[in-house]
């Protein structure tokens, strides 16, 4: 089924629900308290609103999962699907040079602007019935306003990521307020720290533990402020280049990221497949999540349909649609060398084939069979025959080639799953931190002060996972799919300089995070999303030539545009970002 398809069918559906800026931003959500009858009752409506606000998005318009902005966009992924012309703008984006600040909501870019902002005015409409509260009235008042400003921090975060430049909306803003406020009101550096704000009172004010999962607490927010900070580290001129790297933000980082992994809350799952499986959801490696259900007593349950594109094409279990193909580079950077470690220089000389992955074939590390979809592998750790991956399930391999993203599926047959029409869902939640990344942000923050011994360690507690986690990539017979074979840095199978545990770090991440979606973000945080990219894309056009005419360009390509519509409803305010 060719996405023009749906693009028809949400066309008008989504009619019905598009708003204005200023609708959006004024909506209250359904169950809102008028003003001078507020309630405990009615605040942990408006709070438990807010939780879902964070997730209430679509294939079209993502707010959850970042696999078209920070996957597909990198040199993680291909768009996949049918060809460039379906749902042609996620090509716009692959393709850097294409990417216009008029596109229509279908594009996704302004779509996803507005789910964050709804997001935002759920999260401030639960703000200001808590602040006509008082203690005696709700005795959860405190924690409820530090999770909400938690969630408020968290979506003005990703549109930063996404915009760089976007106005900064609080509770105390009134709908005239909300109108005159520019997207450029504060500096980059001001901006970072308004958000910072929000995450420094979720710290302070939030319990160790909640008595209901998925709830924010003191580590979540610990956690998501020392991400902050780590970005904040690397600061960007006008034209988002990186100028130079706070020490002080750094040393911020360190001490954070210590206050979770002293807590003892948090560990590694002990197999690394387990992040991506039904049953493991809120787990001990699991910092934050947002969280989806099923079978919770409404009609199709609160499921995760952003990812619903992205299951194998062919597979007579799934039918759709094949979306989000891990890149020849990307494959190709599992592969190792014969001390285990990665061949940070020569990895992508030669594109390596899913006959190469045999029990004999190439050195790789494990995580490739649990981020990678190829022929004769097991998908999704089911080794009957009905889930042995085979090339006829890749949807337009003359385009995209044989690999399939699987991380972020779940089979048929899991509880979790849920088929609508032609595209899937699934209630598994979709983790924003976790603890592995606690572990490489200190890591890196670390590395940048100097002291990368300090770091090491914490690699290596990644990579000791990934050597441990070779069970449920097996086939029936308990044979292994593919020639595994990792270490951990000792400090002289690769020599421990800055310049190396840095290389090392980076490259950790990216294994590490495979298809996650961090990819481009962190190249853009690290001001090196320019070279690494046109590198990329250098290589790449020789083996694919749907990206002949690809080029990254400094400057602009860092982040996207603001929408067009934005700026005309605006008449002018916002103020478009560099080089659109």
Not at 53 to 82: L, T
Request: aromatic letters at 12%; glycine letters at 6%.
């Amino acid at each position: 089924m060719n996405i023009k398809y749906l693009n028809i069918a949400l066309i008008a559906m989504i009619s019905l629900l598009a708003v204005s800026c200023k609708d959006y931003l004024e909506t209250e959500p359904q169950g809102f308290i008028s003003a001078g009858s507020p309630t405990a009752e009615g605040a942990e409506g408006l709070v438990t609103a807010a939780y879902a606000g964070i997730g209430n998005d679509d294939m079209i318009g993502p707010i959850a999962s970042m696999w078209v902005y920070g996957s597909v966009r990198s040199d993680d992924a291909y768009k996949g699907g049918g060809g460039v012309s379906d749902v042609e703008p996620f090509n716009f984006y692959e393709q850097y040079n294409l990417t216009q600040p008029f596109q229509s909501w279908l594009a996704g870019l302004p779509y996803t602007w507005e789910n964050y902002y709804r997001a935002i005015s759920r999260a401030n409409s639960a703000l200001r019935t808590l602040n006509e509260l008082t203690d005696d009235d709700f005795a959860l008042r405190t924690t409820r306003i530090a999770e909400a400003r938690f969630l408020r921090a968290h979506s003005h975060f990703m549109l930063k990521v996404l915009f760089k430049h976007i106005p900064y909306i609080d509770e105390v803003k009134s709908n005239e307020e909300i109108l005159q406020t520019s997207n450029r009101e504060y500096s980059n550096d001001e901006l970072w720290n308004k958000i910072a704000e929000d995450f420094q009172f979720a710290l302070d004010n939030l319990p160790e533990t909640q008595a209901e999962v998925g709830r924010a607490n003191k580590y979540a927010a610990a956690a998501y402020l020392a991400k902050l900070r780590l970005y904040q580290a690397y600061e960007q001129n006008e034209n988002h280049q990186v100028t130079s790297i706070n020490q002080t933000r750094l040393q911020e980082v360190v001490t954070l990221c210590q206050m979770v992994i002293s807590s003892g809350n948090y560990s590694l799952q002990p197999d690394f497949g387990e992040n991506f499986l039904n049953g493991y959801d809120n787990g001990t490696e699991s910092v934050f999540a947002i969280q989806f259900s099923i079978s919770d007593g409404t009609t199709a349950g609160r499921l995760n349909f952003e990812n619903g594109l992205n299951y194998p094409h062919g597979a007579p279990q799934y039918g759709c649609c094949g979306f989000h193909q891990p890149s020849q580079n990307m494959v190709n950077a599992f592969a190792t060398d014969g001390n285990g470690l990665p061949k940070f220089n020569t990895f992508n000389d030669v594109a390596l084939s899913a006959a190469d992955f045999t029990p004999t074939g190439v050195p790789v590390d494990p995580r490739i069979d649990h981020s990678v979809g190829m022929d004769g592998h097991p998908y999704k750790y089911r080794n009957e025959e009905a889930y042995i991956f085979k090339n006829s399930w890749i949807r337009d391999a003359g385009v995209y080639g044989y690999f399939q993203s699987m991380k972020e599926q779940q089979a048929a047959d899991c509880s979790c799953y849920k088929k609508q029409g032609p595209f899937m869902g699934v209630s598994k939640n979709i983790d924003i931190i976790r603890y592995a990344d606690v572990l490489l942000m200190q890591a890196e923050a670390y590395i940048e002060l100097g002291q990368q011994d300090m770091a090491r360690p914490l690699i290596n507690q990644i990579r000791q996972r990934a050597s441990e986690s070779t069970g449920r990539t097996r086939f029936a017979d308990g044979t292994a799919p593919s020639n595994y074979e990792i270490a951990e840095y000792d400090g002289v199978n690769l020599s421990w300089t800055q310049e190396n545990a840095r290389m090392a770090l980076r490259w950790e991440r990216r294994l590490e995070f495979a298809l996650e979606s961090p990819r481009f973000f962190d190249l853009v945080r690290w001001g090196v999303a320019e070279p690494t990219l046109n590198a990329y894309l250098a290589k790449e056009k020789t083996r694919k030539d749907f990206l002949n005419n690809a080029k990254f360009t400094a400057a602009r390509d860092e982040y996207f545009p603001i929408p067009q519509r934005e700026i005309d409803f605006t008449k002018g305010l916002y103020i478009q970002n560099t080089g659109y």
